[in-house]
């Protein structure tokens, strides 16, 4: 029986070949030049792949995957655009998207990847064994690394939700997805709020949204205005704009979101919905006892919250997104994706992450780093990966770090002086550095260990 390929491009000459390529190699083929008219045929039709444009009237591609991997995530998909920048990519590989081409089309790559894909997906299909176990009071998923499979009713990727309280964010998460006006995030330090702010923007098909992410390094009012035009001219019907750091606000910051809300100058011809997300260390009375909001905010944010965990309080949920963290930067450098070990996934569940998400991320980068291209992270990596990061702050050995930096400086120029043939000019121009520095490192124990 025929694969059956969902095809979405606008470019009717295009979409033509591409339905002709894949009906020669005898797929079952469904074209259509219109993203809504597309998602419409997704949601009533089974198709074991899909192949879209970026680019489009009406709904660009990335949008269109979000919404299709909203309905059936384990469905793949190709991206085949004319031109997309390194962001782009990067997002599209976090919205799911299992394969990008760039025109012009290389079709023996393409039909070698889709039949690829196919067969992955099937083979996913029959071997995948959700895990029924009781995780925190509720249905444990199970910790395949490519997606988080929490099987709620809707798409959710800040956390895989294999814990009790993870779900339960989730779910109260999505209860404000229609919230109107503001809306108050509070957590510990070194969470995901922009990835948590990204969920929630997805959360409605029924209107066109983006984020706004309002940070000290683009927050004066002609930039802001420039970005919401730039959104209005591609479509977008509402914008969530966030602050991120929100009790370290400048006066001169409040007063731009207090204008931005009450459509004053020069804000006041911009015609779009709007809201705002507030992200808080703590609670916000707690914040507002301490000094550290002033009254007049204090009001404006109101008082819809919703506190998000830490990532100590969800751990059956720390190896998926530890191993998320390391196929994301994988994808970034072009190399073999590398997994964790099973005793290096209990290791990380017994971890108190005092910087939650960011310290997280940083242990995995550095464990990457260390495996030398390995596709397999060890415990014994992860061990000095966590060391190295120093979980516990007491514990950290400045010293050591300080060495293990110099070190690594020294091996580096060692290098660069035997490609450049001990040439120290030549290599201090390699490097760009001063030649006296070049001078400065001690050739010794290169000799010694040659």
């Given at each position: 029986?025929?694969?059956k390929?969902l095809?979405?491009?606008?470019d ?23 993203p ?6 997704f949601?009533t039709d089974q198709?074991?792949l899909?192949?879209t444009d970026?680019r489009?009237?009406n709904m660009t591609g990335a949008e ?6 909203g309905?059936?995530?384990e469905v793949p998909?190709v991206?085949?655009s ?8 990067r ?11 760039i025109?012009?089309l ?7 990847k889709?039949?690829?894909?196919i067969?992955k997906s099937e083979e996913l299909?029959?071997n ?9 009071g509720q249905?444990?998923?199970s ?5 988080y499979?929490h ?17 339960s964010?989730?779910?109260k998460?999505?209860?404000f ?7 108050i995030?509070?957590?510990e330090?070194g ?5 948590i ?5 997805g959360?409605s098909d ?7 992410v309002?940070?000290h ?14 959104k209005?001219?591609?479509g977008v019907e509402?914008v ?5 750091e929100?009790?370290?606000?400048t ?10 809300a ?29 000094g ?6 204090y009001v404006?944010l ?9 990532l100590r309080?969800c751990?059956?949920d720390?190896p998926?997104?530890?191993q ?8 970034d450098?072009k ?5 964790i070990?099973?005793?290096g ?6 971890q108190?992450?005092e910087?939650?998400?960011t310290q997280?991320?940083q242990?995995m980068k550095t464990?990457?780093?260390l495996?030398?291209g390995?596709?397999?992270i060890?415990?014994?990596?992860l ?6 990061k120093?979980l516990?702050q ?5 010293q ?28 201090a121009?390699t490097?760009?550095v001063s030649?006296s ?10 000799a010694?260990?040659?």
């Amino acid at each position: 029986m025929s694969k059956k390929i969902l095809i979405l491009d606008d470019d009717e000459n295009f979409n033509s070949l591409l339905t002709d390529v894949f009906t020669q190699a005898d797929y079952d083929v469904h074209s259509v030049t219109d993203p809504r008219m597309a998602l419409e045929t997704f949601k009533t039709d089974q198709f074991n792949l899909v192949v879209t444009d970026h680019r489009m009237p009406n709904m660009t591609g990335a949008e269109f995957v979000r919404k299709i991997k909203g309905i059936r995530k384990e469905v793949p998909v190709v991206m085949v655009s004319g031109y997309l920048d390194d962001i782009t990519i990067r997002g599209l590989i976090q919205d799911g998207v299992d394969g990008i081409f760039i025109k012009p089309l290389n079709i023996i790559q393409l039909l070698k990847k889709t039949s690829a894909l196919i067969g992955k997906s099937e083979e996913l299909a029959r071997n995948d064994k959700v895990d029924t176990k009781a995780v925190d009071g509720q249905v444990g998923q199970s910790t395949g690394f490519q997606d988080y499979k929490h099987n709620l009713s809707f798409e959710f990727n800040s956390y895989p939700c294999s814990a009790g309280t993870s779900r339960s964010f989730a779910q109260k998460l999505y209860g404000f997805r229609d919230f109107k006006s503001t809306l108050i995030l509070f957590g510990e330090r070194g969470l995901h709020f922009d990835l948590i702010c990204k969920d929630l923007c997805g959360f409605s098909d029924q209107i066109k949204e983006e984020l706004i992410v309002l940070d000290h390094k683009n927050f004066d009012k002609a930039a802001i205005v420039n970005r919401i035009m730039e959104k209005i001219e591609n479509g977008v019907e509402r914008v969530t704009l966030v602050a991120m750091e929100t009790p370290k606000l400048t006066l001169e910051e409040k007063e731009i979101i207090f204008a931005l809300a009450r459509s004053e100058p020069p804000f006041d011809g911009i015609k779009i919905l709007s809201r705002y997300v507030f992200c808080l260390s703590e609670d916000l009375d707690s914040l507002y006892d301490k000094g550290e909001l002033d009254e007049n905010l204090y009001v404006f944010l109101g008082n819809a919250e919703i506190e998000v965990p830490p990532l100590r309080e969800c751990a059956n949920d720390i190896p998926v997104m530890a191993q998320r963290i390391v196929i994301d930067e994988c994808n970034d450098q072009k190399r073999k994706v590398a997994l964790i070990d099973e005793e290096g996934k209990l290791l990380l569940k017994d971890q108190h992450f005092e910087r939650n998400y960011t310290q997280l991320s940083q242990i995995m980068k550095t464990a990457l780093t260390l495996c030398e291209g390995s596709s397999i992270i060890t415990t014994e990596i992860l061990k000095q990966a966590i060391d190295f990061k120093g979980l516990n702050q007491s514990k950290y050995n400045f010293q050591s770090l300080k060495d293990y930096l110099k070190e690594s400086k020294n091996e580096i120029i060692k290098a660069v002086l035997t490609l450049s043939d001990d040439d120290k000019d030549k290599a201090a121009r390699t490097l760009g550095v001063s030649p006296s520095l070049i001078k400065t490192i001690d050739l010794s124990k290169t000799a010694a260990a040659s």
